[in-house]
């Protein structure tokens, strides 16, 4: 039977390369976003084993009627997230990083919640984090903090909802349209966090797509967080 994945947030960047890697070795993707255009691009790109539908993962009700109609699943990956919560510290509001968790951390527990009804017992989750969450860098506290809320449920979900498997990814910076709020700086900035990893380079989509693909197919692994950062954090920083 072809095997099922539903990506929640797989129109572009990341959750995209996914579904066109998952499809690719043969299984039924689904993909979902909160704009019909960029759905239907996504559904293109991924060809004739991928489907889509408009959902917003922070609306408990959208997500559980979605995975009620769709049946059952046998793999779901969770790539919801917004632009929130970056900056300096000290002008860190409260609002913000209200946003910053309402966009990843609680749109991810509800997509996850919603999904356990009709996941397949032994299925997987596979949650998307981001290397943040482990990182000494200035002006990330916020990200880090919302990133690591979602990598630190990893373990205990892993016993809690055995035998499903539930994992993360955690990438570093990887090129996408993530990065593009800073307009003409963009590409001076990734060329300086290239510098910083000790492969020489920032990430692509299919790098983390290809980490996602290895917990999905590999059915001993669970309760892990897996870093696609390129090494940036081997390399010793300079006070």
Known sequence: M???VVIVGGTSGIGLAAAVRLA???????????????????????????????????????????????????????????????GPFRSLSPDELRRALDDKLVAQVVAAQAAL?????????????????????????????????????????????????VNAVSPGVIDTEWWDWLGDDRQGALDAFASATTVGRVGTPADVANAIAYLIETGYATGTVLTVDGGVRLKPRLA
């Open 24 to 86: 690719a070795s043969g299984r039924e993707v689904v993909v979902t976003g909160r704009t019909p255009e960029r759905l239907e691009r996504a559904v293109k790109e991924i060809g004739e084993r991928g489907s889509g539908a408009v959902a917003d993962a922070r609306d408990p009700e959208a997500m559980c009627d979605l995975f009620a109609g769709l049946g059952r699943v046998d793999h779901v990956v969770i790539n919801v997230s917004g632009r929130k919560g970056a």
């Open 2 to 4: 072809t095997e099922r």
């Open 117 to 165: 009804p009709v996941l397949r017992r032994d299925g997987s989750l596979t949650f998307v984090a981001a290397a943040s969450a482990n990182s000494a860098m200035a002006e990330v506290a916020g990200l880090a903090a919302v990133n690591g809320a979602i990598q630190s449920m990893i373990p205990g979900l892993a016993v809690e909802l055995a035998p499903v498997r």
